[in-house]
């Protein structure tokens, strides 16, 4: 008998024929002999519903309430699943967040989990019954107060639980067959990768690939946990997430990590770039920048200081954020453009990011040239780099980077036959 | 400085428009100088949305998953309504029936509440906030498990919420103006009643009079709290339900209780007829019957027992009930026919129930006569009486229902000039 946790997300569980498909999954689970743990979404379009309510009502909600108000959605989508698996003859009973002993801190809209007591779904499971618990939310540990915890969070709580219960694997179910070798959407002939480490899944994430949250793989990465990504729309094998190959790999012999060089191609659209221009060119103005851009609570990405122009004793750093917190960060910059001593801002956001993952990379020289060769064939113009031991990445223009994608993933031999199917897009 | 329990029912906070509406009345009320706690509905069409989702993943819903579906409602109309007070200006906190302290019993559906600690409210008045508290659900005292109330269940926590932090008055915002001398659907001549005794308004409730339910009259009269029912539609001044006169009325001078001798007609389309034919006329039969009801959990209004015929030793037992439980009703009393030894079972539910309600009516012996004649004038036939002392109902057809409403309505002269005002129509 193995503990399973399974996660569904918001397309999955859109209407009622969906909450009662994956009923059916999650009993037949049961029935083939295994504790089943179910972290649920919103279903489909509730929290745009709820968040078009909240803005009808108020410009600048307050946090505690909006994190009030969007966590009724897992409350419905938990409470049907529940229901529909007594249709199909289980036992379940569903747990919020503060049930199911999600504890956050007491930031809201962006709470991390800073501990799990599940025991509440413990005795759930002990008693024979499926436990279904409300993904995205919790409570804060020191004010009780009700917390979400951002984009990802239901895959994170799914994670999460799984790590606190020693479940032996975590399957996220989405609206794609797994991970693939690029956005299927802009690569037709994109790959699903049948098993990928979690430092490479990791890169991919972060590098915009939005299968699986960056914080989710973390979380599992030092856990040691197992995660099947696949679609809760087929019976197919999706993508095993696999922490470090040293570590044993429980589930099947079939699994056993074989690296291949490159795993896939993630792009990003999300970004913008901010070149502060003309900055003295002295010890400890990049650390005043810096400091300030995290005092305005932004998180940065690539950064790139050009070797200072002779004579002016002048440099221009460059830097790239998410483009929702350009705003905030160039204010923040603006306020002190005095003390820091630069000359200007440039705010760029027809921007795209692509990065090559593999962990294979390391010990293959000729995987840069390659890649920038690549580029260079198709005419693209590369305006910032930056590497990790197992990931390029570079900046280029908006309106170029599907073609990028689509010349990297071909010139790494990663193009499949076949074309891949797409169905909707989920958010939490 | 008063303390101030709001309730909005669900027609106030229909769509966004109504809850700024509300929450500009919340800050109003709070400017004057008034401490302001807001118990709040579900959204207009909410609940039936989500009986609807219910209905469409399961036939019969396990109550306490049933449960935690219902309250995801107040649940989003609170925060709403705590984001929208502060776009008017005011600072808001919202709570769920269990952060309010809403203890009840454990009966998912129908919890009673067992107990009121409203020590996070109290805290959040203190700070001068208004505190908003999601009405109709609580937290069963042994189990932890989310709970609902029922009908009448928003109301009922009002007047609960109340008592508990020794409010000066519990407003009860609805759709009309305030409790009339009937159904102003019914007779447009009714008059809005400007002040009423809780014990009038108790027999009123009990009567059909849906404006209030009995829970919650049963609750403020015990409490010795004044109820002001009034539109959130409009600034009139409603009507008072008012405690014993003997007890202080704190709020104004010109809220004395002066009797008038009757104060409303009510009626009821809800119930439905059980005879019980050819009963043994020994003792012990009435009392094994209405056990046998008890059992299958039956509420019974009005019971008339007739004269046993001669000669037969046999007599007839006539009960009404809500509509909605005949089944099972029916369906104990036959399982047990031959224990109890009556012949037949006659159901009949083409009946209404209309009311006689004044305090002043045991003072004035000529009111059944009127009432009676008014009766007979109008052409009804009677199918069954009751009485107390500040009461007289009667059963006749369905059909009949109206006509006898509006010559009693008449009879006693409560018709007024101009025609009463009506909106829409609320649940919980």
Chains 1, 2 share one sequence.
């Not at 996660?7 to 999650?26: F, N, Q």
């Not at 793989?217 to 040293?246: C, K, M, N, Q």
């Not at 027809?350 to 040239?369: D, F, Q, T, W, Y």
Request: overall charge negative; charged content about 20%.
């Amino acid at each position: 008998m193995s503990l399973i946790v399974q996660k569904y997300g918001g397309s999955s569980v859109s209407d009622a024929a969906g909450i009662l498909r994956v009923a059916r999954r999650v009993v037949e689970t049961q029935n083939a002999g295994h504790e089943v743990v179910v972290v649920v979404s919103a279903m489909g379009d509730t929290t745009d519903e709820l968040l078009d309510l909240s803005a009808q009502v108020s410009e600048h909600p307050p946090a505690r309430e909006l994190d009030m108000l969007m966590t009724a959605g897992e409350r419905i989508s938990m409470a049907l699943l529940a229901m529909a698996i007594s249709s199909h003859g289980g036992v379940a009973q569903s747990f919020t967040g503060s049930q199911a002993g999600m504890i956050t801190d007491g930031i809201h809209g962006k709470a991390r989990i800073i501990d799990v007591d599940p025991h509440r779904v413990r005795t759930c499971l002990d008693k024979g019954k499926v436990a279904i618990v409300a993904g995205f939310q919790g409570m804060s540990r020191t004010t009780h107060e009700i917390t979400t915890m951002g984009r990802g969070g239901s895959d994170t709580t799914a994670v999460a639980l799984a790590a606190a219960l020693n479940a032996d694997v975590c399957e996220i179910y989405t609206d794609v067959d797994g991970v693939y070798t690029a956005d299927p959407r802009v690569v037709p002939t994109a790959q699903k990768i049948s098993k990928i480490s979690s430092e490479e899944m990791l890169e991919m994430a972060a590098s915009g690939a939005k299968i699986l949250h960056l914080r989710c793989v973390e979380y599992a990465r030092r856990f040691g946990l197992p995660i099947h990504v696949r679609s809760s729309f087929s019976d197919h094998e999706g993508t095993w997430v696999l922490p470090s190959p040293d570590d044993k790999i429980k589930i099947s012999e079939g699994v056993a990590l074989e690296q291949p060089i490159i795993s896939g191609v993630a792009h990003d659209r999300s970004e913008a770039k901010v070149t502060v221009v003309g900055v003295p060119d002295i010890p400890g103005k990049a650390a005043m920048i810096f400091g300030i851009i995290a005092g305005a609570h932004t998180n940065i990405d690539m950064i790139v200081q050009n070797i200072s122009t002779k004579g002016t004793a002048k440099t221009d750093i460059s830097f790239t954020l998410p483009m929702v917190e350009g705003e905030d960060a160039l204010a923040a910059l603006r306020a002190q453009q005095a003390e820091v001593g630069f000359e200007d801002l440039i705010y760029d956001d027809k921007i795209g990011k692509l990065s090559l993952i593999g962990a294979g990379m390391r010990s293959n020289p000729g995987v840069s040239h390659r890649f920038f060769q690549a580029l260079s064939d198709a005419g693209v113009n590369i305006d910032l780099i930056s590497t990790s031991e197992i990931r390029i990445s570079v900046v280029t223009r908006a309106d170029r980077l599907d073609a990028a994608v689509r010349a990297v993933h071909q010139a790494f031999g990663l193009d499949g036959e076949d074309e891949a199917t797409v169905y909707g897009g989920t958010g939490r």
